[in-house]
């Protein structure tokens, strides 16, 4: 593989928006490229705070600081990162996928909440089509090990 010494095909930056129609209307997705990873991975952090400010007034204030500073280690050791297991079974679940299309769309999070649950069909075919377009290199391979399953 050559290196490229354009920053933004390194970075993932695949140039304009798809479109895609769903339920009656079309949208304009972003790949899933290095923001869109950044703004997802700082969302579910937002997440992780907001659920542990929530418990603050059922512990103690040691208890809290211990599990502040278990928080803040665990994001500065990468369990929130785009490939980590955490996110990787947070985009499994309903609220991580709609994270996902909104952060991609523009959509608010209830929108895809609601159609994910109106059009499921739809939405597998735009999460597979969104899927193949951001990871070409990823599709390339289900192909060869279907391939050499087959084989």
Known sequence: MQPNA???ANLGNFGPPFEH????KTIKFKYI???VK???EQKLIGKAKMLLKNEKNQLTDDEFKLAYESHAEACVSGKYSFGSKTMQNFLQ??????MLLS???GETED???????D??????LLIKKLLDLSFPSLKKIQQQQEQDQNG
């Open 38 to 40: 950044a703004a997802l």
């Open 33 to 35: 490229d290095q923001s």
């Open 103 to 105: 952060i991609c769309s």
């Open 111 to 117: 929108y895809w909440q609601y159609t994910l649950t």
């Open 6 to 8: 354009n920053v933004t």
């Open 93 to 98: 679940t309903p609220n991580g996928i709609a």
């Open 119 to 124: 059009d499921p069909l739809e939405c597998s």
């Open 21 to 24: 129609q769903i339920s009656g």
